[in-house]
């Protein structure tokens, strides 16, 4: 898990939440890096590198305040990773702050949800977001739809849970002793709103209802944990890079 950023937020009614009801209203923002024998998958790419050191106020887009302190790279060089041993590149989903650095990945295979990669890239896209990514669309890709065993053995699983975005996807980690992990991406993003059963308004309908679902149900039948990357509760505790799971 690495630290690739954090969001100041004071909004919690967007995921109709009170201030009262929620514990932190910031949000924390990781990455993710799985090494198995047959190559290493970088999950979600963070807030841009570019922001590191950079003030808060310079970075403030749609209520979320955007800091930095370690540049993903940076991190990655830490613990011996180069963009060029990165085998796959997956995203849970397109929004800014889960691909502040995948230009830098691009050398990697892409693992893309169809769903996503047509949202990503449709005539309508926001040219400012999309410059975040643009180099994906050159990249080697594989696209799929649905759930993706990534390396062929189910122990690092791509699973389909659309409705945040039309081509969202969790992340599902079988570790020898940590055993199951399922990373949310943004299928949650306060812990409260899992507990309390709250969603944003404009998910109601998307699809996001029905992946939390089959999320719960899946946790159950792999008797795995749930990470919320955007609990700040979560992160404090979490092991960091260069600590690791296994």
């Given amino acids: 898990m690495i630290d690739c950023g954090t969001l100041v937020y004071n909004r919690p009614e ?7 009801e929620v514990a932190d209203t910031n949000m924390s923002v990781p990455c993710f890096l799985v090494i198995h024998p047959r190559g ?8 841009s590198d570019r922001l590191v050191g950079r003030p808060l ?16 790279r940076g991190q990655l060089a830490d613990i011996g990773v180069t963009p060029a041993d990165i085998t796959y590149l997956a995203i849970s989903h397109s929004h800014w702050d889960h691909v502040g650095n995948a230009n830098d990945y691009a050398g990697s295979t892409w693992l893309a949800q169809k769903a996503e990669l047509d949202f990503m890239f449709a005539a309508n896209a926001d040219p400012a977001y999309l410059a975040l990514y643009a180099a994906l669309a050159r990249a080697p890709k594989e696209v799929f739809v649905g759930d993706r065993d990534v390396f062929g053995d189910g122990t690092v699983i791509l699973k389909f849970t659309p409705g945040h975005t039309p081509g969202h996807q969790a992340l599902y980690v079988k570790l020898a002793r940590t055993g199951g992990v399922v990373i949310s991406g943004d299928l949650w993003h306060y812990a409260e709103e899992r507990t309390l059963r709250r969603m944003p308004k404009e998910e109601e309908t998307t699809g996001t209802a029905q992946s939390r679902e089959m999320i719960e149900r899946f946790l159950k039948e792999k008797n795995a944990q749930l990470w919320i990357c955007h609990s700040t509760a979560f992160f404090r505790n979490a092991i960091k890079s260069p600590g690791w799971y296994d």
Avoid: A, C, M, P
Wanted: without cysteine; hydrophobic residues 35%.
């Fill in 14 to 20: 967007d995921y109709q939440l009170s201030r009262d």
């Fill in 40 to 47: 290493i998958l970088l999950f979600d790419t963070g807030l």
């Fill in 57 to 72: 106020w310079e970075n403030v887009d749609g209520g979320y305040g955007q800091i930095k302190f370690t540049s993903l």
